[in-house]
């Protein structure tokens, strides 16, 4: 285990250690200790390394992040693991606003409740939530999975295209676009998968979710719709 110590060694050095770790290296864990609500921390990674963060963090934890495995032992800013590849992030805590916006890939746990535009704008982003989530969340989101043991604020899935949304609690209100839809046995099977994944299949089983997504009405041209354009 690398400990490096962010408050004496600054956040310039951390990153750019770990830009330098390859597919090759031995040193493939690494603890941060004394992040105190740093920016950026473990952005941009690149390599299959588990990073573990001993405290909360700010803007940014782990984005663009690519086979690493981060792990923070508190909360999370705004836009933690934004535009991610690949990899997994788990968030102890609650995680600020847009959470996992515009991910094409991989998968991010938050173990608390997520704010407002969680999964905006997701592009491939596996995405499980052990509390609620905020209003907007999942707007224009165009594919992956997000599942929310709790609740969902107002407007979820607004203007989405083909994300599957799972809800497990209440929803505040659909946006637009966002309809329920039937739950068959391949979507039962994806959210088995997705809850032992998330950590979270002791806590809630595949038949307790609702099931939405794209009504297809929006971003799809209706000719009875023409004038609407």
Request: charged fraction near 20%; hydrophobic fraction near 40%.
């Amino acid at each position: 285990m690398q400990t490096f110590d962010l408050e004496a060694q600054g956040l310039r050095a951390l990153n750019s250690t770990l830009h330098g770790l390859k597919g090759t290296t031995n040193q493939t864990a690494w603890e941060i200790v004394n992040p105190k609500g740093a920016h950026a921390i473990a952005v941009g990674l690149d390599a299959p390394v588990d990073v573990t963060v001993r405290g909360s963090t700010g803007y940014y934890c782990a984005g663009m992040n690519k086979q690493a495995t981060v792990r923070v032992k508190g909360s999370a800013g705004p836009g933690v693991a934004e535009n991610m590849m690949s990899g997994t992030v788990i968030i102890d805590g609650d995680a600020s606003q847009y959470a996992g916006a515009t991910g094409r890939g991989g998968l991010l746990v938050i173990k608390g409740n997520a704010a407002s535009r969680c999964g905006i704008s997701m592009k491939g982003i596996d995405i499980v939530v052990h509390g609620n989530i905020g209003h907007m969340s999942c707007f224009m989101a165009q594919s992956g999975n997000i599942v929310v043991l709790g609740d969902a604020g107002e407007a979820l899935g607004d203007s989405l295209y083909e994300a599957r949304l799972f809800v497990r609690g209440s929803v505040k209100s659909l946006g637009t676009d966002c309809i329920e839809k039937e739950m068959r046995p391949e979507h039962l099977a994806l959210l088995a998968d997705l809850l032992k994944r998330g950590e979270a299949d002791h806590l809630a089983k595949p038949e307790e979710f609702k099931r939405y997504g794209s009504a297809r009405k929006l971003y799809t041209f209706n000719i009875d719709n023409a004038s609407s354009y």
